[in-house]
């Protein structure tokens, strides 16, 4: 056991676990961040995307030492009110079906457009490609980018 410092949704946190224990892990059952989901357990399909220094990164293959010192989020500290232009472009194009990798696909589309505030369709399925949905809801998701995009620049802010 290893007693590690994370700062999660700008709240810092001491947790003592294994230092392999991945993050995933560490989130939901340590912390009771249960947002971040688990599907395929080997970091290919993204549901678990959490961001470490507002970069996608798989948690379920991410050891909990590993991101000791890094600045997390989660889905659970985008905006819990659901006010973050991704969050209301997802309600609005009613993107989500089943939801499961929902947690995975916002942050991955919220760093999307941190780093390009105008993205290209070609963009966008680049950076989304990354996140896998059953449902297949990838016309609506490409949409919702492109409606939160025009949500930031309506409103001057950032994603």
């Known amino acids: 056991m290893s007693e590690l410092s994370l700062t999660i949704n700008g709240t810092d946190h001491t947790i003592d676990v294994p230092p392999d224990m991945p993050l ?18 080997i970091g290919t399909c993204g549901t678990c995307t959490v961001l470490i220094n507002g970069v996608p990164m798989r948690s379920c293959v991410m050891p909990t030492a590993s991101a000791s010192g890094a600045t997390i989020s989660t889905i659970e500290g985008l905006d819990p009110s659901g ?10 194009e009613d993107v989500p079906q089943c939801g499961y990798c929902q947690g995975g696909q916002i942050l991955t589309a919220s760093a999307l ?23 297949g809801t990838y016309p609506r998701i490409r949409k919702a980018i492109k409606r939160a995009s025009r949500y930031m620049s309506d409103e001057g802010g950032d994603a």
């Open 24 to 41: 995933l892990w560490a989130l939901r059952d340590v912390l009771n961040l249960t947002g971040t989901k688990y599907s395929c357990g």
């Open 83 to 92: 006010g973050h232009a991704v969050q209301r472009a997802w309600n609005d």
């Open 113 to 135: 457009l941190a780093r390009n505030p105008d993205p290209s369709d070609s963009d966008i399925d680049a950076a989304m490609s990354a996140v896998l949905c059953r449902c």
